[in-house]
């Protein structure tokens, strides 16, 4: 005997509108959205701190050099009636200093010294400044991170110019006692002036650079 088993009944297909894929797609789109925020977020964060980084570096640069210089001074200063040589009209090539003069044409908008202390990238390529590289020579150009190596990734190193402004008098003409004044044979008179150092210094890149100056008096030793 056949028995006819009655077919299962489903929904009509006329019913099914879709809704389920529209919420998933949404939601797809809402997270897709707020993954691309964060990871631009996370790109624009650590592009700051390589910016904050180039700054740092170029900071410590110029000042690591304009120290130097000031130990130069101060190294010379240290014998009475010497200084350091300081050419009129040029910057010396070995000093890397230059008796101030507004007059001169180094002081001219487009002379070696005004462009050496503007802020403008024209400071590499001048022929005068002194380039610094420490005490030990090596520079603060490498990726090394080690002994004689203070300070890797600059772009390049450091560069200073010493403008003489000048000697110092103070309440009188300076006068030299003890073992070096005149009545023991000795020079007498201290070359005491006044230095305007400028040092300029790039970051990790080029295009990131810094200005420090100051005014040093090295008074000589008795």
Excluded at 4 to 32: D, Y
Excluded at 159 to 183: F, K, L, R, S, W
């Amino acid at each position: 005997m056949f028995v006819h088993r009655a077919q299962p009944r489903f929904p009509h297909r006329t019913h099914e509108r879709g809704a389920v894929l529209l919420v998933a797609l949404i939601f797809l789109i809402l997270l897709t959205l707020l993954a691309i925020g964060a990871s631009s977020g996370s790109l624009l964060q650590q592009r700051m701190v390589a910016a904050t980084r180039s700054a740092q570096l170029a900071s410590m640069s110029a000042d690591t050099a304009l120290r130097g210089a000031e130990w130069r001074l101060w190294s010379v200063s240290q014998v009475v009636g010497q200084g350091v040589a300081c050419d009129s009209g040029d910057i010396n090539p070995v000093t890397g200093c230059v008796k101030y003069d507004p007059s001169s044409p180094l002081y001219a908008p487009d002379g070696a010294v005004t462009q050496f202390r503007n802020g403008n990238n024209q400071w590499l390529s001048l022929a005068g400044p002194i380039t610094y590289k420490g005490g030990a020579g090596t520079g603060y150009t490498d990726t090394v991170v080690g002994p004689g190596h203070a300070s890797p990734n600059v772009a390049e190193n450091p560069q200073y110019i010493i403008e003489d402004m000048g000697p110092v008098t103070a309440g009188g003409p300076p006068g030299e006692g003890g073992t070096t004044g005149p009545n023991n044979g000795g020079p007498g008179t201290p070359n005491v002036h006044a230095y305007r150092i400028t040092a300029r210094a790039t970051g990790g890149t080029a295009n990131t650079v810094r200005v420090v100056q100051s005014t040093f008096d090295a008074q000589p030793s008795n």
